[in-house]
């Protein structure tokens, strides 16, 4: 992830939801150090001490870094002010490192949800191919069958690091992929700055005062709200339900500089490993997200 403040609101939502084991910080929206950073604190502020943030890729594979000050700010987190004490400057295993140790470590499949640049997966796996097999699911937040964001044609995650797409894309590996043809659809209302404060706790502070801030920066945000691009990730590994899906086989433009991370579905088939998501059940998913907000913080 690359909080960023749709990142820390998926964060939140998975530890509500499901057993989280670590998170890996990736360059995106912030510099790698910054997204990191945001993670802990976030981590901390939920009372979450205990899972660990590994720093991961600081620029894209063959690129350099693209980031999305414009939207959330100098720090990545811009509008709160987070005032714990950062953790320790105990600076646990890399994100490859620690990769590694869990993929041996962890007896069963591997869940993945990724909501950011895709940089610290292909980077892993193209350095450990054994590994791929043991993915059940890999959930992202990323590209667009039609309009694009940071350019008309490309997503941002897929237009920072559009190599790492493109390979991940190609393994084969059981990937769903959120982008925004539904991040588009379901907009959080601006009535959830009151529902944010309405929890009563620092969580419920540190999520208005951040998401007033997005509401005023996020370029897609309209008077009915704004996009949570990477909480539908969170919804789409929980409940896939909730969406319609695409079996298709995908291509990500690398070489065009004006398509440049611009996703193209080559085929369709009912055998493809990539199913892309296409509809969203909006009242269904805000419903769920609300419940695991208010029953985890
Ligand atoms: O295009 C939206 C994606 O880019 C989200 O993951 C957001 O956090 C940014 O990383
Ligand atoms: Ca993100």
């Known amino acids: 992830m690359d909080p960023g403040h749709d990142d820390a609101l998926a964060l939140l939502v998975a530890l509500a939801s499901l057993k989280v084991k670590g998170v890996t910080a990736v360059c995106g929206n912030q510099t ?7 993670a802990r604190r976030v981590l901390d502020l939920a009372h979450y001490e205990e899972i660990s943030v590994h720093q991961g890729a600081d620029r894209p594979l063959f690129r350099p ?32 490192q620690w990769l590694e140790c869990e993929f041996t470590q962890e007896p069963g499949d591997i869940a993945w949800i990724a909501t950011g ?13 054994e590994f791929v097999p043991r993915i059940k699911k890999l959930t992202v937040m990323g590209g667009a069958l039609n309009h694009g964001n940071i350019t008309p044609y490309a997503e941002f995650n897929f237009y920072v690091d559009p190599d790492a797409a493109h390979w991940v894309l190609a393994q084969g590996i ?3 992929l959120v982008g925004l043809d539904v991040t588009h659809k379901a907009l959080l209302a601006p009535d959830a700055l009151e529902r944010f404060v309405s929890f009563g706790s620092e969580i419920g502070l540190m999520l208005h005062d951040l998401f007033a801030f997005y509401f005023k920066h996020e370029p897609n945000a309209v008077p009915q709200g704004v996009p949570v691009h990477d909480v539908l990730a969170v919804g789409a590994m929980v409940h896939p339900e909730f969406f ?7 291509t990500v433009e690398r070489c065009d500089e004006k398509y440049r991370g611009q996703m193209t579905v080559v085929s369709e088939s009912a055998r493809a490993a990539t199913q892309v998501a296409v509809d969203v059940d909006v009242a269904r998913f805000f419903e769920w997200m609300w419940a695991m907000l208010a029953n985890g913080f």
Do not use: C
């Open 117 to 129: 640049p895709l940089t610290n997966v292909a980077a892993f796996l193209m350095g450990h191919r």
């Open 32 to 38: 790698v150090d910054k997204t990191a950073r945001n």
């Open 174 to 176: 059981p990937i769903q």
């Open 244 to 250: 319609a899906w695409r079996r298709v086989n995908l």
């Open 65 to 96: 870094l693209v980031t999305a000050a414009h939207v959330h700010g100098s720090s990545g987190l811009d509008g709160y002010h987070f005032h714990l004490r950062d953790r320790e400057k105990t600076i646990p295993a890399d994100a490859q």
